[in-house]
């Protein structure tokens, strides 16, 4: 179990991974719980105290913001509220997915700028730890006034609604009592508006997408790696002194990584070397490294949402007030994920051509990687399928952050479109996942070649094992099970630190 206190300090990325895992287990620390309550109370003297108008604590949402609302309806305007807007369509997100947002949202609240009673965050938390997963569809959210739609999905067991997945399987919400003894609660002013109303979906689409984001980009420097060494590339290009002459920190950490993954490799001390390599070779420090970097820029946009109170109205218990804002609009997000989407592209890209020069019928391989080509096709059509997947992650690199929609009658007249970019980058991680699964095949099966010549120590573990899996190819094959295979081979062995 990897035990979490939530304690109003700022979460790690580390820990930020660590949501959406099953093992996790996350505590209240005394001063999330101070914070909790003071902001309850604030609110609750204002409301009594004060009799003024507040947005969605007595007055109605959106467009209907003038319209007052008697005390004696609080309760039911809020229920109302996650009803009627539970509007999420598609099929439903993945449990890693949710339990971050269930993480995250359990987070936000322990700041103290949201009225919500510490009962509703604790019943949160029950869900979190007896693994009671709102069902959540993907799509919904215009990402302002945050995650609406899907956060509403995420508040509906709340109240005994909805579908929740437990254990692989599928449950009515009604069945929380009679299964964990957990009663429906009834909300109270503002609650509704503060479950709904933040961007903890698209930032829990996000967190998910960029994990996955640094383990593909430290598979694919192994791949470049492995992919080099086959195709007699020149270490030169990765010495230090080239990138100190333009030291942006991805491509310092990429030359290093790559010198470091073929520091005792036997093709690079006795192979044939070349002048000099194609780009997709000789620039994978200033192609890698430039993902990197950008992987570390969404990185910091993330720790930074993930740190912050995105609801409205705000409470603010030491002075008192409470202040209309607009911290739920996803524009930092959208533009972050639309970022990493256009990252992994070329990571996808850069890769493919990879592949491509491996099956080129030059510096010592064979035509398509087969000992028999002509009769054989060999790796022929397996560079077709990763250029149509490299054409799919083009496609899918374009921004959803320069889209926007009047909603709400006006009211809501820009939005991020947040969620649709973090839910593409979802999309997109899954694609360059195949394309780098298939260099890899590719680059065992050109390695293959040198025998008995052998490339480092590292890569010839990971080639040993994989090997035990995927044979090399003497001659034509079913492949779709093989790439399945790489595929699966590579997400397993990755791991998201940079090496």
């Not at 949160?124 to 959210?141: K, V, W």
């Not at 020149?234 to 990584?257: E, K, M, T, W, Y």
Request: aromatic share 8%.
């Amino acid at each position: 179990m990897n035990p979490l206190e939530l304690n109003c300090e700022p979460l790690s990325l580390h820990h930020l991974f660590l949501l959406g895992k099953s093992e996790t287990r996350l505590h209240l620390g005394e001063e999330f719980k101070r914070r909790v309550k003071a902001s309850r109370a604030t609110l609750e003297k204002a409301i009594g105290e004060k009799g003024g108008t507040y947005y969605g604590i007595n007055t109605g949402f959106g467009a209907l913001y003038t319209t007052r609302i008697p005390a004696e309806d609080s309760s039911r305007l809020q229920e109302n509220l996650v009803k009627s807007h539970a509007c999420g369509v598609g099929k439903p997100v993945s449990e890693s997915v949710v339990r971050t947002m269930l993480g995250l949202k359990i987070l936000s609240f322990g700041w103290g700028h949201s009225g919500i009673r510490l009962e509703v965050v604790q019943r949160l938390l029950d869900f979190y730890r007896l693994d009671i997963l709102p069902e959540i569809p993907e799509s919904g959210s215009l990402g302002a006034s945050g995650d609406l739609a899907p956060l509403a999905h995420l508040a509906l067991p709340l109240l005994g609604l909805g579908y929740f997945h437990h254990n692989g399987n599928r449950y009515p919400s009604s069945f929380i009592e009679e299964k964990f003894g957990l009663k429906p609660l009834t909300l109270v002013e503002k609650e509704g508006l503060a479950l709904l109303n933040g961007t903890q979906y698209m930032l829990a689409q996000g967190i998910v997408a960029l994990e996955e984001g640094f383990k593909a980009w430290n598979w694919a420097q192994i791949n470049a790696a492995s992919s080099l060494d086959a195709y007699s590339g020149n270490l030169d290009a990765f010495r230090p002194a080239i990138h100190a002459v333009r030291p942006h920190p991805g491509q310092i950490a990429s030359a290093q990584h790559i010198l470091d993954i073929l520091s005792d490799s036997e093709l690079q001390s006795k192979g044939e070397k070349f002048l000099q390599d194609p780009y997709s070779f000789r620039c994978v420090p200033q192609v890698h490294g430039a993902i990197l970097d950008s992987l570390n820029f969404v990185a910091r946009t993330l720790e930074i949402e993930a740190q912050s109170t995105t609801d409205n109205p705000l409470i603010f218990s030491e002075s008192g007030e409470i202040l209309s804002g607009g911290n739920f609009h996803g524009e930092p997000l959208a533009l972050a994920m639309d970022y990493f989407k256009i990252a992994m592209a070329e990571l996808g890209s850069i890769s493919e051509r990879r592949i491509y020069k491996l099956i080129h019928g030059e510096r010592n391989l064979p035509a398509f990687l087969s000992p028999n080509p002509g009769l054989n096709s060999g790796f022929m059509i397996l560079q077709y399928s990763a250029a149509a997947l490299v054409s799919q992650c083009k496609q899918g690199a374009s921004p959803a952050s320069v889209d926007t929609i009047d909603s709400s009658r006006g009211q809501e007249d820009h939005v991020s479109m947040g969620a649709n970019a973090a839910l593409q980058a979802q999309e997109q991680i899954q694609r360059v996942w195949t394309i780098l699964g298939m260099e890899w095949f590719a680059a065992c099966q050109a390695l293959d070649f040198h025998l008995p010549a052998i490339s480092s120590s590292q890569i010839e573990a990971l080639r040993t094992k994989f090997r035990l899996e995927v044979p090399f190819l003497e001659q034509d094959a079913e492949m779709y099970p093989y790439i399945q295979a790489s595929v699966n081979y590579i997400r397993n062995h990755a791991h998201a630190e940079v090496g």
